[in-house]
């Protein structure tokens, strides 16, 4: 991510093409024929294949994101070197955008902070307005469009977690039969925030092998297939990026990219 509030170098083109289709891959199964056989199983420690009830809680995850929206985000992510890069904010999967604040931070502290809006074709960072206080979609509103600098995602870990973020919330639920035939595996239960979230492994691409690697997204999905964190591996990064989900929030009003309105 960029220093400073103006438009960011963009990664190689071939890099970011791959990270690109990597999430529109594995955000969901894409398999299209054939069945799974579910196992049935009592509660066990480790890793294994989902269960027919973890199956269809993890392929409601996103339609459940989708209607809790807009609902508030966090997102951390590591950029290498020891630098830093969270964003707070709010998602609207209606609309397909969000907006927050970003800080940068590193070894020595902070580098950089401002506002972020982000759709599905891009980002725009902008400095927050000076003497003035809000939630960030407030603060937002505030900036006129020439204080925006926009770009298209690259593959800078910000921009990847930002992408996988809008990607994530669905109008429809998946199909846990291709949830499960894609690779989704169980990999333990967590407690977070006084409530247990059992940890799947998200299903694998599309074309990989079926003793390939696992995938890069790991979901937290609770008992009723509420969704509260995600993780994603990044090749060269031993941090994976982090999304945790908070509640609903019914004031949030999102601006369409500020850059071409106003």
Same mark, same amino acid.
């Given at each position: 991510?960029?220093?400073?509030?103006?438009?960011?170098?963009?990664?190689?083109? &071939?890099?970011?093409?791959?990270?690109? %289709?990597?999430?529109?891959?594995?955000?969901? $199964?894409?398999?299209?024929?054939?069945?799974?056989?579910?196992?049935?199983?009592? !509660?066990?420690?480790?890793?294994?294949?989902?269960?027919?009830?973890?199956?269809?809680?993890?392929?409601?995850?996103?339609?459940?994101?989708? *209607?809790?929206?807009?609902?508030?985000?966090?997102?951390?992510?590591?950029?290498?070197?020891?630098?830093?890069?969270?964003?707070?904010?709010?998602?609207?999967?209606?609309?397909?955008?969000?907006?927050?604040?970003?800080?940068?931070?590193?070894?020595?502290?902070?580098?950089?902070?401002?506002?972020?809006? +982000?759709? %599905?074709?891009?980002?725009?960072?902008?400095?927050?307005? =000076?003497?003035?206080?809000?939630?960030? +979609?407030? *603060? $937002?509103?505030?900036?006129?469009?020439?204080? +925006?600098?926009?770009?298209?995602?690259?593959?800078?870990?910000?921009? $990847?977690?930002? *992408?996988?973020?809008?990607?994530?919330?669905?109008?429809?639920?998946?199909?846990?039969?291709?949830? =499960?035939?894609?690779?989704?595996?169980?990999?333990?239960?967590?407690?977070?925030?006084?409530?247990?979230?059992?940890?799947?492994?998200?299903?694998?691409?599309?074309? =990989?092998?079926?003793?390939?690697?696992?995938?890069?997204?790991?979901?937290?999905?609770?008992?009723?297939?509420?969704?509260?964190?995600?993780?994603?591996?990044?090749? &060269?990064?031993?941090?994976? %990026?982090?999304? !945790?989900? &908070?509640?609903?929030?019914?004031? $949030?009003?999102?601006?369409?990219?500020?850059?071409?309105?106003?």
């Amino acid at each position: 991510m960029a220093r400073k509030t103006t438009a960011a170098p963009r990664g190689p083109r &071939g890099r970011t093409l791959r990270f690109r %289709a990597l999430i529109a891959l594995v955000v969901c $199964a894409t398999a299209t024929a054939g069945l799974v056989a579910y196992r049935t199983v009592d !509660e066990e420690p480790g890793e294994r294949p989902v269960t027919v009830d973890e199956a269809s809680r993890l392929a409601l995850s996103r339609l459940n994101l989708y *209607q809790a929206s807009p609902v508030t985000v966090t997102l951390a992510a590591a950029e290498g070197g020891g630098v830093d890069v969270r964003v707070e904010g709010v998602v609207d999967y209606h609309a397909r955008r969000g907006v927050g604040r970003y800080r940068v931070t590193g070894a020595s502290g902070p580098l950089d902070h401002g506002l972020v809006v +982000w759709d %599905a074709g891009g980002l725009g960072l902008a400095p927050e307005p =000076a003497g003035t206080d809000g939630p960030a +979609w407030e *603060q $937002a509103e505030r900036v006129p469009r020439q204080g +925006w600098s926009p770009r298209t995602y690259t593959a800078d870990p910000l921009d $990847a977690g930002l *992408q996988l973020l809008i990607e994530l919330g669905a109008d429809r639920p998946d199909n846990p039969l291709l949830l =499960a035939q894609s690779g989704a595996r169980r990999l333990g239960r967590d407690r977070i925030d006084g409530r247990d979230h059992d940890r799947f492994a998200g299903p694998r691409a599309q074309g =990989a092998a079926p003793d390939g690697a696992r995938s890069p997204l790991t979901y937290w999905v609770d008992g009723d297939g509420t969704l509260r964190r995600v993780t994603m591996r990044m090749p &060269g990064l031993g941090t994976p %990026a982090t999304v !945790e989900f &908070g509640g609903h929030d019914g004031a $949030a009003k999102l601006p369409e990219a500020p850059w071409l309105t106003g």
